[in-house]
């Protein structure tokens, strides 16, 4: 297998910031109903399904194609981190997300999705939820480019930092996300199989959302979703 060009190494590295871009995008509702949830509101299709003996909760849920199953408890402000009920009024929480099943965020649709995060999220009771932890996903997804096609299998590994939603926002306006990611890539007869790292920097204040891919800086426009190269 010959090596990539520069031009196929750059195609490669804009669709995977597309694709990329557009996972961040479809999860901001997960980490809202995480949220939500962890202050004992369910949102639709969404529901407690048992307790554990540790005072903790189990649930199950489903939002267009996902399938949601997840394990969760909340802990007070103590430095023993006693565990609290989640009753709205708890210090924090740690939800655990077993995700399956398919997304599409604007021309990008993600199919055989399999995901397991763990989230701690704090500053629930500001109504300013921060989310760090460690998340894995692999997916499956297509992107043409001046008319030719390509077919994605994406597997990463991720740590969230700091991810805060100010109260009534949609996305989040600062926070950090660090992805490993491993990428097979079939266009037309070429293949190739590559390795990655990336940041995502939340941006806000009429800073940009950043993502630096391999050394390739893009902007984000979180509610357009448009992927810029710099």
């Not at 969404?46 to 649930?59: I, K, L, M, N």
């Not at 109504?127 to 297509?142: E, I, M, V």
Request: with cysteine; aromatic share 10%; proline share 4%.
């Amino acid at each position: 297998m010959d090596p990539p060009t520069p031009d196929e190494s750059a195609r490669d590295s804009d669709e995977l910031a597309a694709i990329l871009a557009a996972h961040v995008r479809g999860e901001f509702p997960m980490q809202l109903i995480a949220a939500e949830i962890s202050e004992n509101r369910f949102p639709a299709g969404f529901s407690q399904t048992g307790t554990t003996a540790d005072g903790g909760y189990q649930g199950a849920g489903s939002q267009g194609g996902l399938s949601f199953a997840f394990d969760y408890h909340c802990n007070d402000g103590s430095t023993a981190h006693l565990v609290v009920p989640c009753d709205g009024a708890a210090h924090h929480s740690h939800i655990k997300f077993t995700v399956t099943g398919s997304q599409s965020m604007g021309e990008i649709a993600m199919s055989e999705i399999n995901r397991v995060v763990d989230w701690e999220i704090r500053d629930l009771t500001l109504d300013k939820a921060r989310f760090r932890g460690p998340d894995g996903l692999s997916l499956k997804t297509a992107i043409t480019t001046n008319g030719e096609a390509a077919s994605y299998g994406v597997q990463f590994n991720a740590t969230y930092e700091q991810v805060r939603y100010l109260s009534g926002y949609t996305f989040p306006t600062f926070g950090t996300i660090d992805f490993t990611v491993n990428t097979s890539r079939t266009r037309g007869t070429d293949k190739r199989i590559f390795n990655s790292t990336a940041k995502l920097t939340f941006g806000s204040s009429g800073v940009p959302t950043t993502l630096a891919l391999d050394g390739v800086t893009y902007t984000i426009n979180l509610t357009s979703g448009a992927v810029v190269r710099l």
